[in-house]
């Protein structure tokens, strides 16, 4: 048989960064490649340089509206862009102490909404307990980032749909593409069969239907070194395409950008795309989503308790800038008054329209 | 100078050519971004007729820019191959209608 003239489609990785050993499992190393090459060169000017120009140098939060907490880094996917290198390799998981440590500051927060993230949370042998718990703190939108996949992985999340409606969990799930080939590319054969059934599942019990109080929003993140188109013209499509060809209705769709860190810094990097992707975000920068990225409104907890200004700092171990470090000491208004630790990635968030676990924000 | 005729960098560079030209630079840059907005056809549409324009000029900087469009787009592999197949099929037609002129000039010359 003749061989084809175009690589071979890469198979989605069946192990995490830091399994693998990979060379960018090491912080430092990540950090060298964003602060140094074509940053360091002067090619491109630093973030702080650029939100200097515009006076948001340094950056200051303003008021506390959503609280992020990474139950922990396992997940029974290994997406190629994952900016958590999360797997089922990953052993970082929540305990019930930092858990309860968590809910003390969920019960007197100031604020409107609670973020949990991982990894997949509702592989945390502690979930449901920590679910049922924080719904009584009865915060106004309690968001699970659910990958779909899970409910389906095994019996004993077939009834995850339920128990999200039982306590108004509003489900915000990964959907890199209404087309199977880019979404099993991005996150593993078989991955796009299962979020379809998952997504009908969510629908059959009132999730995501036109009117339904329970939300189900989609996230996009390109499945490549490119950015996000526009993300109404994107719903627009996701919309039309899951309605026509398997009924799915949900309510959003959030672009988000995927930022070159962890196992999509390791992809560019691989790729040879690293030096155009950091162009095309630098070009893409735009002043008016500065104001609004998420940082400035969000404080992402990690599964050991530690605080950051967001999950994307969470993984590269940048601690937020304050006396106040880890949830056991937690004080909101000393938080508050820091500065946000940045660096070249976030450039990310302010491409375009700019980008956050809450979509655009510009 | 380079050692050869296209670098994929200089792209980067296009809207360069206003240093040397402004007026009439900025003039063609304001034109070119306002043909790409939403209209009677949507962007989505217009990325794809510059997909298969790109080729059909084998302009590698477009092919390069119109790719990575409708990537962001979620324009698919397969629609991009069609977009491609219909400049084809133009560049190919606009051939072979010429072979009626020669079908023409045949027969006037002939006995």
Same mark, same amino acid.
């Given at each position: 048989m003749e061989e084809s003239i175009l690589p071979q489609i890469k198979k989605a990785a069946k192990k995490s960064l830091k399994a693998r050993d990979g060379e960018l499992a090491s912080i430092n190393k990540q950090m060298d490649i964003l602060n140094g090459g074509i940053f360091a060169d002067g090619e491109l000017p630093y973030f702080k340089d650029k939100i200097a120009e515009i006076g948001h140098f340094p950056l200051r939060p303003k008021k506390l509206e959503i609280l992020q907490i @990474?139950? %922990?880094? #396992?997940?029974n996917q290994v997406c190629e862009h994952c900016h958590v290198d999360a797997g089922p390799d990953r052993k970082e998981i929540m305990t019930r102490e930092t858990m309860e440590l968590c809910l003390e500051v969920i019960r007197n927060t100031g604020a409107h909404t609670l973020d949990l993230t991982g %990894?997949? *949370?509702? #592989? @945390? *042998?502690n979930f449901r307990w920590f679910v049922e718990e924080a719904a009584k703190a009865g915060i106004q939108d309690f968001i699970v980032r659910s990958n779909l996949t899970i409910i389906r992985a095994n019996k004993k999340y077939y009834d995850l749909p339920q128990f999200f409606k039982k306590h108004n969990v509003h489900v915000v799930s990964s959907m890199p593409h209404y087309t199977r080939g880019k979404t099993d590319k991005q996150r593993g054969d078989g991955v796009f069969d299962k979020s379809i059934k998952a997504l009908q599942e969510l629908n059959a019990v009132g999730y995501g239907m036109p009117g339904s109080d329970l939300r189900l929003d989609l996230v996009y993140n390109p499945s490549g070194a490119f950015l996000p188109g526009d993300q109404a013209a994107m719903e627009r499509d996701f919309k039309k395409a899951l309605d026509e060809d398997f009924g799915i209705q949900f309510h959003n769709l959030f672009a988000i950008t995927n930022l070159p860190i962890s196992r999509f810094l390791d992809y560019l990097v691989a790729s040879e795309n690293y030096e155009d992707y950091m162009y095309a975000l630098v070009e893409a920068y735009n002043p008016s989503a500065v104001a609004n990225v998420m940082c400035t409104n969000t404080i992402s907890v990690s599964w050991d308790g530690w605080l950051y200004d967001c999950d994307f700092n969470q993984m590269l171990e940048l601690k937020v800038a304050s006396k106040v470090k880890h949830i056991k000491d937690y004080n909101e208004d000393v938080l508050n008054d820091r500065n946000i630790v940045i660096s070249q990635h976030c450039y990310g968030c302010t491409a375009g329209a700019g980008s956050s676990c809450q979509g655009t924000v510009a | 100078m380079a050692n050869s005729y296209y670098d994929p960098a200089d792209l980067r560079k296009f809207g360069k050519i206003t240093e040397w030209s402004e007026d009439i630079g900025n003039k063609f840059f304001e034109y070119y971004g306002k043909v790409f907005e939403e209209g009677a056809l949507s962007a989505r549409e217009k990325s794809l007729i510059a997909l298969a324009v790109a080729h059909v000029v084998k302009c590698p900087y477009c092919i390069d820019a119109y790719t990575k469009d409708g990537l962001q787009r979620g324009i698919t592999k397969e629609e991009m191959m069609e977009a491609v197949h219909a400049g084809a099929a133009i560049e190919s037609g606009a051939t072979l209608v010429h072979g009626v002129q020669m079908m023409n000039k045949y027969n006037k010359l002939s006995m």
């Open positions: @990474n139950v %922990g880094y #396992m997940c %990894g997949a *949370p509702e #592989m @945390n *042998p | -």
